[in-house]
């Protein structure tokens, strides 16, 4: 089992952060969109890993790290992944921009 805990100040902390962002539904989505949803997410879930089908494969985690090793010479700089739904799914991806996780004194994490 993994020792997590709260990096201190003397700690050499180095992390690597994934943010993922998504647009959300323009007009917002009622209660009851969202649990129909959910619902429905739920049920797709169930029924595919009752078919016995993989959600993560080697090839398709070989496939994204050759997608990330890559994306410098690549003009849209996207991992895409096929989602549940047999749908490709894009998430952009930024490199170089720094963001502050953690202030020394605070008793939370901001990790996004």
Same mark, same amino acid.
């Given at each position: 089992? %993994?020792?997590? *805990?709260?990096?201190?100040?003397? =700690? =050499?902390?180095?992390?690597?952060?994934? !943010? %993922?962002?998504?647009? !959300?539904?323009?007009?917002?989505?009622?209660?009851? #969109?969202? /649990?129909? #949803?959910?619902? %429905?997410?739920?049920r797709l879930i169930q029924a595919?890993?009752? %078919?016995?089908?993989?959600?993560?494969?080697?090839?398709?985690? /070989? =496939?994204?790290? /050759? &997608? !990330?090793?890559?994306?410098?010479?690549? #003009?849209? /700089?996207?991992?895409?992944?096929?989602? !549940? =739904?047999?749908?490709?799914?894009q998430f952009p991806v930024e490199?170089?921009?720094?963001?502050?996780?953690? &202030?020394?004194? #605070?008793? *939370?994490?901001?990790?996004?």
């Open positions: 089992m %993994a020792d997590w *805990r709260i990096p201190s100040d003397g =700690d =050499d902390v180095n992390p690597f952060v994934i !943010l %993922a962002t998504a647009d !959300l539904p323009n007009p917002p989505m009622t209660q009851q #969109e969202k /649990r129909d #949803e959910l619902t %429905a997410t739920h595919k890993y009752d %078919a016995g089908t993989p959600f993560f494969t080697r090839s398709l985690f /070989r =496939d994204v790290v /050759r &997608q !990330l090793e890559t994306i410098q010479q690549r #003009e849209e /700089r996207t991992v895409s992944i096929p989602g !549940l =739904d047999g749908l490709t799914v490199t170089g921009n720094e963001y502050q996780y953690f &202030q020394p004194g #605070e008793d *939370r994490i901001c990790i996004m």
